[in-house]
């Protein structure tokens, strides 16, 4: 089994940045890819960003390209999200999450078996 911890969430004021990090622990050789998803109040979850660990490609919704990017260690199984300028739309419970397998649609949060419980990232207007 693979445990993931997020921290990093809170409040900001919109046009600001925040950077949210997720530690993988546990059976963690076989993880492959990490990534984000979030969730906000009355919506279905929504990919964010993903990262292969080994290889470095990244993936990203086309509405982050260019205010988020995504980082990670594969020797320490982690992944951190930086987000800038920040909207009041981007706030949800981010859930970081993470898959063995490398050849899945990585948009669907069905196809990521492991997943943190969460950190709330709130943007005032």
């Known amino acids: 089994q693979v445990q993931l911890v997020e921290f990093g969430g809170g409040l900001v004021e919109a046009g600001g940045s925040l950077r949210l990090s997720c530690a993988a622990s546990g059976r963690t050789s076989s993880v492959y890819i990490m990534g984000w998803f979030r969730q906000a109040p009355g919506k279905e979850r929504e990919f964010v960003g993903g990262l292969e660990l080994r290889g470095g490609s990244e993936y990203f919704a086309d509405s982050m390209k260019g205010r988020f990017t995504i980082s990670g260690d594969n020797a320490k199984k982690t992944v951190s999200l930086q987000m800038s300028s920040l909207k009041p739309d981007d706030t949800a419970v981010y859930h970081c999450?993470?898959?063995?397998?490398?050849?899945?649609?990585?948009?669907?949060?069905?196809?990521?078996?492991?997943w943190g419980q969460g950190t709330q990232v709130t943007v005032s207007s």
């Open positions: 999450a993470a898959t063995q397998y490398c050849c899945r649609d990585h948009h669907i949060s069905s196809n990521y078996e492991y």
